[in-house]
C-alpha cells in the first residue's frame, strides 16, 4: 500500500522542528537550507504550509535531469537522486513546481526527500500532528471522518 | 593509513589518485609508471604532430603537481609482477606494499605480424616518444595502417606536415567502428581532396626494404614509402594482471564487477586495460576512449577508499576535426546494430550532414559531420534512453518545454527525418 | 553565495540583444554567434529559449575533456573554459546537455558563459526580466510560498460552510 507523507496545514504551528531534525539526519548538522522539508508562509493568511516532495507520479524532476541522476523507482514509488551521479546542474530545482529540490552548494549536488526510507523523521518528530506518514486509503478515512463530524456539528 | 598504489599515470590513473586525494588527505597515494614524463594528453598527439600546439601544451600535469597534492610519482619503472597474497608490487627498483591497488595499465599499440614491422620507419601512435620518433625521422612519404579515429587524425596531421600521405583499411570502408559507410564515405571525400590517399579493403601484408622501410605491399599493390605508422587497433596491457591471477574476460582484457574491482578483492582497474560494460546494450565492450577511462579512474578510486559508486557503462564518444570540419560520433554504428530494427534519420542542412539511428523509439547511436552545435542534448537523451514520442510530448507542449528546455537543440536533428 | 543565471523563457522575446551584449562583453565582437548564451527559436509554437551554461557543480564538460582544462574556480565555482590548452576538438560540446559551450572560432578554442565574473552583461541587457541573476534558494522561497498560498486557499464554498 502507497504511503504518503500527509501535511495538514490547520495543524502546523511553523515550529520548524522537521526541518532541524531533517536536516540532522541527512546532513548531520541542524541546517534548515539543507532540509528537505521546508515550512513555506502564507503571510496574508497566516498560514504554515510544510512542502515536502510530493512523489509525483511522472515527476517534472525525473524528466529533466539530464544525467538520469533523478529516478522514480516504480515499486516503491519514490523518486531519488543518486548524488554519485548528480551533476549539480540545477535542472531538478528549477523544474520542481514546488520548490521542493533543492540544491547542496557544499557538496555540489541537489537533493531531495527521501522519505527517510520508509520512516520520515518529519512526521515522528512533529509534535502537532500536522504531519503524518499513513497510507492513501487511511488519509482519505481520516479526511471523511472530519468532514462527517463538521457536518455533524452544523 | 591506508596505503594506495597505482600502477600507470594515464588518463585513468591520475584521475584515481585525484579522486582519491580529494576525499582523504591522509591517504598515502603511489603512483607507478613506464613513462618518464608527468601525465600528458594523449588525445593530442596528432594536434602535436601537426603542429597546431607545442610539445609543453600537451602536458596536463607538471612534476610540481604530484607533489602538491602529495602523489608519490616512481617513473620510469616497470612493474615485474603483482603478489596478491603479499599484497606486494614487485618492480625492477624494490617491491611497494599496498592496502588497495588501482591497475591503469592502459593499452598498447597492435602490431600485426607482418614482416618488416620491425625495420626503422615503422612507428606506432601512443606515446609522446612515439611522436617525438616520428618528427625525428622526418617522414616525407608515410603510411598510415588503420582507418581509426587515431589513423584519420595521424594521416591529417602527417599531411598538414607536408607529407605524401596513404590511408590502408583492411576493411571496406574508412573509420569503421564509429562510423557507417555513408558518413564514412563523406570524410573519405574530405581526406581524398585534401589530398590524402585512400585505400580501403586492403590488408597489409608486408613492409620491405635494406635497412629501413622503403615500401609496403597491400594485398592490391606496392606502396613506396619512407615510414608507416601503425594506427591499426590497440591490445590492453594485462600481463602482469594475467600472472596474479586477475580474471581476464572474453575481449581480453580484465575483468572486473560493477564497482571496478577486479576477482582479486582489493584490487581494482579502469582504463583501456578492462573490459566494460556498453552503457546503451550493457554488454561487454572495450570503449579506448579518454572520457571513460577518466570516469573509470573516478569510479574506481571511489570505490577503493569504501564509497560504493557502480560504473553506469562505457559510452562511444569521438570528435575530431578533418582539415577544420568537424566530425563527431556517438553511441553505436548500424553494424554495432545488426539483428535490431534500425530507423535511420538523416538530414543536411548548409553543407553539414548528421544520421541519428533509433531502436525502438530510443537514439542509440549518432555521426555528425560539420555540425557539433547541439548535439549534447541528443547526447543526454541517448544515455538517458529517453523516448522520441515522450521528446516529441514534450517539445509540443509548451509548458512541459519550458521546464526541460534541454531537450529542444535536440528538435533540430530529429525533425529533418 | 549561491546564485544563478535564471531564464524566464515566457517572457524572452528572442530579441537578441543579451548575445550581442556578450559577445561585446567577452569577445569585443559585435557577433552573435561568439556569445556564450545562444537563443534557440521555435517558430512552430513562438518560443524562444536562451541556452546557457548552467554552472554544473560537476561539469560533464570537464569530466570528457581532452586536454583537462575546464576546471572549476574555487573560489567562485564558476566554471572556467581554460583557454591557454584548449585544442577545439568539440568534445565538451557533446557532453554538454545544455549547448552551452561555444566554438570560439577566432581564437579556435571552446568558451562558455563565466557570469562575467559576478555582473552577467546579458542580464543588465535583458529588455524584458526573461534573464535575471538571482539566488537559487530565495527563488525556490518564492515558488514555495506561492504553494502554500495555492493550498491553503479555501474555497469560497467552504468558506461559506465555517461560517
Not at chain 2, 40 to 67: M, T
Not at chain 2, 241 to 251: N, P, R, T, V, Y
Amino acid at each position: 500500500m502507497k504511503k504518503i507523507l500527509l501535511i495538514d496545514h490547520h495543524r502546523c504551528v511553523g515550529c520548524r522542528n522537521c526541518e532541524m531534525i531533517c536536516s540532522l539526519t541527512h546532513e548531520g548538522v541542524c541546517a534548515p537550507s539543507l532540509s528537505r522539508i521546508r515550512v513555506a508562509r502564507d503571510e496574508r493568511e497566516g498560514w504554515n504550509v510544510p512542502i515536502s516532495c510530493s512523489m509525483c507520479e511522472r515527476p517534472a524532476c525525473v524528466m529533466v535531469c539530464p544525467v538520469g541522476a533523478a529516478q522514480r523507482d516504480d515499486e516503491t514509488g519514490l523518486t531519488l537522486i543518486d548524488e554519485n551521479r548528480c551533476i549539480g546542474c540545477l535542472q531538478c530545482v528549477q523544474a520542481c513546481p514546488f520548490g521542493h529540490a533543492d540544491f547542496n552548494p557544499i557538496r555540489g549536488v541537489a537533493f531531495k526527500c527521501d522519505r527517510c526510507g520508509g520512516d520520515p523523521q518529519c512526521a515522528k518528530f512533529c509534535w502537532t500532528g500536522a504531519i503524518t506518514y499513513e497510507t492513501v486509503e487511511s488519509a482519505l478515512e481520516g479526511r471523511r471522518q472530519e468532514t462527517a463530524r463538521r457536518t455533524a456539528a452544523e | 593509513m591506508v596505503s594506495i598504489v597505482i600502477v600507470g599515470n594515464g588518463a585513468a590513473g591520475n584521475r584515481a589518485a585525484e579522486i582519491i586525494r580529494g576525499y582523504d588527505p591522509g591517504a598515502a597515494i603511489t603512483m607507478v609508471a613506464r613513462e618518464e614524463s608527468p601525465e600528458y594528453s594523449a588525445c593530442a598527439l596528432p594536434d602535436y604532430l601537426s603542429g597546431w600546439i607545442s610539445r609543453e601544451q600537451l602536458f596536463i600535469k607538471q612534476w610540481s603537481d604530484y607533489r602538491k597534492s602529495n602523489i608519490n610519482i616512481i617513473s620510469g619503472v616497470n612493474v615485474a609482477r603483482i603478489d596478491a597474497g603479499q599484497k606486494l608490487l614487485v618492480t625492477e627498483q624494490g617491491d611497494i606494499s599496498y592496502d588497495r591497488l588501482i591497475l591503469a595499465t592502459g593499452s598498447r599499440t597492435f602490431l600485426p605480424p607482418v614482416p618488416g614491422h620491425d625495420l626503422p620507419g615503422n612507428f606506432a601512435v601512443k606515446t609522446v616518444t612515439d611522436i617525438d620518433a616520428i618528427m625525428a625521422h622526418r617522414p616525407q612519404r608515410a603510411v598510415v595502417v588503420g582507418s581509426g579515429n587515431i589513423g584519420v587524425e595521424m594521416a591529417a596531421s602527417l599531411k598538414v606536415r607536408g607529407c605524401q600521405v596513404t590511408l590502408v583499411e583492411m576493411r571496406g570502408q574508412i573509420l569503421p567502428r564509429i562510423f557507417d559507410p555513408e558518413s564514412a564515405g563523406r570524410i573519405r571525400g574530405m581526406l581524398t581532396t585534401h589530398g590524402i590517399r585512400v585505400f580501403t579493403g586492403e590488408e597489409l601484408m608486408a613492409v620491405s626494404g635494406c635497412d629501413r622501410v622503403e615500401k609496403v605491399s597491400t594485398s592490391q599493390q606496392v606502396i613506396a614509402c619512407d615510414t608507416v605508422v601503425w594506427a591499426a587497433g590497440m591490445k590492453p596491457e594485462v600481463e602482469i594482471a594475467s600472472q596474479a591471477g586477475i580474471e581476464i574476460g572474453e575481449l581480453g582484457a580484465i575483468k572486473v564487477d560493477p564497482f571496478l574491482q577486479t576477482n582479486r578483492p582489493g584490487i581494482y582497474a579502469c582504463g583501456d586495460c578492462i573490459e566494460a560494460v556498453d552503457m546503451l546494450t550493457g554488454m561487454p565492450a572495450q570503449r579506448m576512449l579518454w572520457p571513460n577511462a577518466k570516469r573509470q579512474g573516478e569510479v574506481a578510486g571511489l570505490n577503493c577508499i569504501g564509497c560504493q559508486v557502480a560504473y553506469e557503462g562505457a559510452i562511444s564518444l569521438v570528435t575530431s576535426e578533418v582539415f577544420g570540419v568537424p566530425v563527431a560520433s556517438m553511441g553505436l554504428t548500424a553494424a554495432a546494430l545488426t539483428g535490431q530494427p534500425v530507423q535511420v534519420v538523416e538530414g543536411e542542412c548548409q553543407g553539414s550532414h548528421w544520421r541519428l539511428l533509433l531502436v525502438d523509439d530510443r537514439i542509440m547511436g549518432m555521426q555528425a559531420i560539420g555540425i557539433t552545435a547541439g548535439l549534447g542534448a541528443v547526447m543526454a537523451m541517448m544515455k538517458n534512453r529517453v523516448l522520441i514520442t515522450d521528446f516529441r510530448k514534450i517539445v509540443s507542449d509548451p509548458e512541459l518545454a519550458q521546464r526541460a528546455a534541454w531537450y529542444l537543440p535536440a528538435g533540430r536533428f530529429l525533425n529533418a527525418g | 553565495m549561491n546564485k544563478h543565471l535564471q531564464v524566464e523563457i515566457d517572457k524572452c522575446t528572442g530579441c537578441g540583444l543579451c548575445q550581442l551584449a556578450c559577445a561585446v562583453n567577452r569577445s569585443q565582437q559585435f557577433n552573435p554567434s561568439l556569445a556564450r548564451i545562444k537563443i534557440h527559436r521555435i517558430e512552430l509554437q513562438g518560443l524562444n529559449v536562451p541556452s546557457i551554461c548552467q554552472q554544473c557543480a560537476n561539469p560533464p564538460c570537464a569530466a570528457v575533456c581532452l586536454m583537462n582544462v575546464i576546471k572549476k574556480d574555487p573560489a567562485t565555482g564558476i566554471t572556467v573554459p581554460g583557454h591557454n590548452s584548449c585544442i577545439g576538438c568539440r568534445a565538451c560540446q557533446l557532453a554538454c546537455p545544455f549547448e552551452a559551450r561555444t566554438y570560439d572560432h577566432i581564437h579556435d578554442v571552446m568558451v562558455n558563459c563565466d557570469l562575467c565574473w559576478g555582473h552577467p552583461a546579458c542580464v543588465e541587457i535583458c529588455p524584458t526580466g526573461a534573464l535575471q541573476y538571482c539566488d537559487i534558494s530565495s527563488h525556490l522561497a518564492a515558488v514555495r510560498d506561492a504553494e502554500a498560498v495555492k493550498r491553503t486557499r479555501v474555497p469560497d464554498w467552504e468558506r461559506g460552510q465555517h461560517g
